[in-house]
């Protein structure tokens, strides 16, 4: 009988001693399975030299944090979003150039001055082509449009040109342009292609430049614009667009550079907008007339291959003082 009941008490003792195990181990595997942390990449500083003057217009690549093309803002008037189906033009906001509508078909019809002096001018949406382009909806051509060449580097008018988009097909955009009152006229096709999104055009000078990186070698483009502040005037500002299609950026100015680090990317808002990192992570101080850099304000980059970057401002001058040098930082998530 005392062996019987030796037996049952090793029995209970040995089951029990499973069934705790089971709920430590289980509870264990449920509260403290450790979370890794998200690996993040070399924080990488570097400097985008735009010039004191803002002559410069930068594409800049974040993955290898390195400037991939640089061209001088007076090389180009038009640019023609040239990369598969998509029908767009925009303008060169860094030289302020702007277009105005005749609403005339004929591209000989001659134009007064006084004429165009009546038309309004206008601009392009910095937000990008999905909010609105001066040149508008260009899918049966355009009419004859009245381009304001803006100004060059030492900020001289450049004058008046005509221009017409005649017709857009899969092999391009068949264009005529030339001066006002017709004693000059010449046509062009730009052409279409698979590695570019924006082609470049001089109406100044009859010339296509291929300006842009190829598709995915470019993140951010770093030149001087204008923005429609207070949504009442229009005015020159430097600061930095994410054009290539596919971009996505969040202004977090209430997350801290390490917050943003390891925050869960998918509550955050992301914007298309060209302008979301834009301009004033700096401000300028009419007092000192200087700027000063919001060196804490972050912004959530997604690039259109996929990756996801951190960025911030350090500075704006060079180590002489000179105004025009973007000091940037970043970090792959």
């Known amino acids: 009988m005392n062996a019987i009941r030796k037996h049952m ?26 979370i890794e942390p998200h690996a993040s990449g070399e924080t990488k500083t570097n400097q985008v030299i735009l010039g004191s003057d803002y002559g410069s217009q930068i594409h ?46 004929e591209y000989n019809t001659p134009v007064t001055e006084e004429y165009i002096s009546e038309l309004e001018f206008i601009h392009d949406n910095i937000q990008g082509p999905n909010w609105g382009t001066a040149i508008g909806d260009i899918f049966g051509g355009s009419d004859v449009t009245i381009i304001n060449l803006g100004v060059d580097i030492n900020n001289e008018q450049l004058g008046l040109r005509r221009l017409q988009i005649d017709s857009v097909n899969a092999q391009g955009y068949y264009i005529t342009y030339g001066d006002i ?4 006229k010449a046509s062009i096709l730009i052409p279409r292609s698979n590695e570019i999104e924006w082609l470049h055009f001089s109406i100044l000078n009859g010339t296509i430049h291929n300006l842009e990186p190829k ?33 996505e950026v969040c202004d977090a100015p209430e997350l801290s550079w390490n917050q943003i680090l390891v925050a869960d990317w998918d509550t955050l ?5 060209w302008n979301e990192i834009g301009y004033d992570w700096k401000e300028y101080d009419f007092e000192s007339a200087e700027y000063s850099i919001d060196n804490e304000r972050c912004f959530a980059i997604r690039t259109a291959n996929g990756k996801e970057f951190v960025l911030r401002f350090l500075d704006f001058y060079d180590q002489m003082g000179n105004i025009g040098t973007i000091t940037l930082e970043s970090v792959e998530r």
């Open 9 to 34: 008490t090793t029995n209970y003792f040995f089951i029990l001693s499973i069934i705790l195990t089971t709920i430590l181990s289980t509870g264990c595997l449920e509260k403290e399975m450790p």
């Open 60 to 105: 800049y690549n974040l993955s290898t944090n390195s400037v991939v093309n640089s061209n001088e803002t007076i090389v180009w008037d038009v640019a023609f979003n040239v990369n598969e189906n998509n029908i767009s033009a925009i303008l060169n906001s860094s030289r302020i150039v702007t277009l105005a509508h005749t609403n005339i078909s």
């Open 181 to 184: 009152d017709l004693t000059y």
């Open 215 to 247: 598709i995915g070698e470019w993140d951010l483009y770093f030149t001087k614009y204008i923005e429609l502040l207070d949504e009442a005037y229009y005015y020159p500002v430097v600061g930095v667009l994410s054009m290539p299609e596919g971009m």
């Open 269 to 273: 808002e992301f914007s298309t907008a």
